[in-house]
């Protein structure tokens, strides 16, 4: 009986990094009622799905990067799959620098994610221009990827204390 | 799970490379083609976005009333501050009001008994809905709210939403609980418009920004600043004369209007339910199947 607990808790702390990337998305889509804000929402999740990239992968597989993104352009109402591309490329690119940038300091980390946030931000206005077929308005696509890039730091400490409620990695 | 992830552990490094690889074109491929059928608009995955957005409402719901609960503390503190000065101008708007609304029940009795004299066919009837807003478009790439209202409430996709500053926009996807309305500002937003005063008729398109353009005016020089812009009620989706903005800028070859709704500060809107005279229903449909589809049905 307590082993099946402790093996539902393990599978619960599993959980963690994507239901982490699930509170931003909706978080995403909820209205604030500051004036510009909306158009200009920081892309929340692109700061949970690079931390986790790097920091646990194990835990976030790319299927969930995927479905967690598409979800994302369903609530939103952007064209759907544009967020899933945007974090399954910025999610890849993490895995695979990871090593690079785990034994670094944290400004490595950030001047890492600022490259990362402007390349998803090229991207994102790339593909939304395609798919509607004209040149969207840049502004709203620069402000949004600074603001994401400033709250990095903010947001990677925060998902810190939060990976702690996640099991331990294991070695390897 | 474990001897799973201890096996790709002992995977040769190419080998996991590769693995990733692959995993990343798979995944990067299924999003382009989600947006190839998005763009396409294919059944099946508009029936998915109307089935989410009908499981997602009445999370946005309960979780946007602790967001509305704080920005409503702030806007209150900083209403408090100039109290004073907004009740004074408010007392001149209702002074101004009173006058308007004489004014408008004099034209009311009026034009009841001119349509009287000339035997004008009644409006048709209009009905409302009003929905809370309870998501906005988290991006740059539309202009678009959510609201807690759908197709139970009479709600379909087309039909006009308005405040009571002016139209916002059109609803262009409908739950059973939730609905979509896609703001005047939106890249693909079309509105059959009237000029006010001169009466020409134009269509104001939105372009992502805050302003709208005046499109197919006869002549630039057709609109004066400060003109009023209202809807025609061409197309048969709006209503006639629902006030839309104000001219605001006009240059060689387009006039800009300055939309009388706040798009930024939409909490409540109504989505007005127009029963427009149709000849026949099946003919209104026709054209947007084809009249290939519509021959086969005829014989």
Redesign the interface.
Known sequence: MIPEAIRWFRLVRMLVPGVSVLFVV???????????L????PFFALIAVYFWGIYRP?LLP??A??AL????D????????????AL??VY?LA??QRRIVLGQSFGVEWAGFMLVAAGAGIVVWL??SA??A?F??TD??AV?TMLTAALYPVFSWTLAQVARLAPPA?P? | MRPN?ERI?LMAAPLR?VA?RF??LL??G??????V???AGYPP?ER??TA??DI?AP??EV??HP??AV??TV?DLAALSNVYSENLRLREEVERLRNWQAQARLLAQENAAFRGLLRAQPEPGMTYVTGR??????????????LNAGTVDGIHPGVAAVTGDGLVGRVV?AGRRSS?VLLLTD??SRVPVVVESSRYRAILSG???DSLKLAFLPAPSAVTIGDRIVTSGHGGLFPAGLPVGVVTEVTADAAVVTPHVEF????YVRILLFDFPRLDADEAEAPAAGAGAAGREGG
């Open positions: 909706v978080l995403t889509a909820i209205p604030v009622g500051i004036p510009y909306p158009t200009v929402t194990d790319i299927w990067v995927f993104g598409a979800l994302q369903l609530l939103t109402g952007a064209p759907l799959g544009v967020t899933s591309l399954v490329l890849a895995v695979s593909v939304g798919f509607r004209a969207l308005w709203p696509f949004q294991q390897g | 992830s552990g490379v990733q995993t990343l995944f990067a299924a999003s382009v083609t989600l947006l059928l998005a763009r995955l998915v976005r989410v957005l997602a999370v946005l979780a946007a967001v509305a920005t409503d806007g807003v309870i998501g906005d478009s988290g991006g740059p790439f539309v202009r678009a709210v959510l996807d979509r890249l693909n372009d992502n920004t930024r500060r939409l909490e």
